[in-house]
């Protein structure tokens, strides 16, 4: 347990934002054992909410990316697993409930396919000894080649490759031993490919996994329109379900330890841009970029948006179509589609029937018309 505490710990480093808690007391395990199992809360792609230990296989790795804690070189105390040694201690974890799902990487040592063969045979023995049925998410190693990966859509329900940066020049200052194109972009390529030819009940669970991405932000200099621009292009080509952004954090004895941090509030816009791209129709050129191609801090891209197209030309709530109703603020995707569904009925005249839907109504009331009258005006009644 000493070694999963030493690997889960550090894992913080790839988490999508979430705080990093201890897990409830699993009763398998010693109280020295208790004080040392580390999970996270997490939100599975359907919504549901699980503890999710997220661990490496290895903290050893022959890589020396630039703003890893694990790199080559770097001066800690290293810790690994063999395959049958951590299914069996993740299954302890499983059955007395203190974790719900894992998220397994690792470090590279001997090679990616190397690596990568372990972390199947990892996923194979939870799936095939252990009859584990829960969420398994598997990092795909950079260098995999096709047949692994077709190997982990089929056992896990997700498969994430980490591009790390937009474009070939960006990851050359990040990673230099990292090959965009061969080793990253191409996995996630083949993921799409495998996912059109081979039927959906040939994979775990009868279904095609999901498939991930994450980007350091702000370590290469790059700008939020190129991380933006590689993240549409995902979603258009390879059906990209989450771009994760980890907001660049120097780390002690890296080459990039005196790069200053970069400011959390990026990593956030960068979120609500990557929703907006992916679930709300907007384009790149709606998203409100300042001169050096950056989301603005100080501003929801959202609301940026509407504030320059709908803010004297509001919408008539009780006409607008589905995609034009998700472009104004407070309105999400459910709102939406409340919004359609109770007009069929009545007319919505005020902001307080909006409230009624789930809508933030103050939100939306500058850019709506409720009955051919301005919500805004109404919004001082209330
Ligand atoms: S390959 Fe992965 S673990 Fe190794 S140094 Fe690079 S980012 Fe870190």
Not at 190 to 206: D, G, L, M, S
Not at 218 to 232: F, K, P, Q, R
Not at 273 to 278: C, G, Y
Request: proline share 6%; hydrophobic share 40%.
């Amino acid at each position: 347990m000493d070694t999963l505490k030493a690997l889960s710990s550090q894992m913080v480093f790839e988490a999508d934002g979430e705080p990093r808690v201890t897990a409830s007391a699993p009763d398998c395990f010693s109280p020295k054992e208790k004080d040392q199992a580390f999970v996270h809360p997490a939100q599975l792609p359907n919504g549901q909410k699980i503890m999710l230990l997220k661990t490496l296989l290895s903290s050893a790795c022959e890589r020396d990316c630039f703003y890893c804690p694990f790199r080559a070189g770097r001066d800690f105390r290293r810790a690994t697993f063999k395959p049958d040694e951590f299914a069996g201690l993740f299954n302890k974890l499983n059955q007395s409930g203190a974790a719900e799902g894992v998220f397994l990487s690792s470090g590279i040592a001997g090679g990616g396919i190397r690596t990568m063969d372990k972390l199947l045979d990892t996923a194979d023995i939870l799936r095939k000894k252990y009859k584990y049925r829960g969420y398994l998410h598997l990092k795909v190693m950079p260098g995999s080649e096709k047949e692994q990966v077709f190997r982990a859509m089929q056992l896990a329900d997700r498969v994430s490759v980490n591009l790390e940066a937009p474009n070939t020049e960006r990851l050359a200052k990040l990673a230099p031993h990292k090959i965009f194109f061969e080793e990253l972009l191409r996995p996630l390529k083949w993921i799409e490919e495998i996912r059109q030819t081979v039927p959906a009940y040939k994979f775990w669970n009868n279904r095609w996994p999901s498939t991930a991405t994450q980007f350091v932000a702000g370590g290469s200099d790059e700008s939020d329109l190129e991380l933006l621009t590689v993240t549409s292009w995902l979603n258009k080509n390879v059906r990209l379900k989450r771009a994760y952004f980890s907001a660049f954090h120097p780390i002690r004895d890296t080459p990039l330890e005196n790069k200053p941090a970069v400011d959390p509030m990026r990593e956030h816009r960068l979120y609500q841009a990557s929703f907006l791209l992916r679930d709300y129709g907007f384009d790149l050129e709606d998203l409100p970029f300042t001169n050096f191609n950056n989301l603005p801090l100080n501003a929801d891209p959202k609301q940026a948006w509407a504030q320059m197209y709908l803010a004297n030309t509001p919408l008539e709530i009780n006409k607008a179509g589905r995609h034009e109703l998700i472009r104004i603020p407070g309105i999400g995707l459910k709102g939406a589609d409340a919004i359609l569904n109770a007009r069929k009925s009545n007319k919505l005249r005020d902001l307080s029937a909006l409230k009624k839907l789930g809508i933030i109504a103050e939100r939306a009331a500058p850019y709506v018309l409720l009955d051919g009258r301005k919500a805004a005006l109404q919004l001082a009644l209330f």
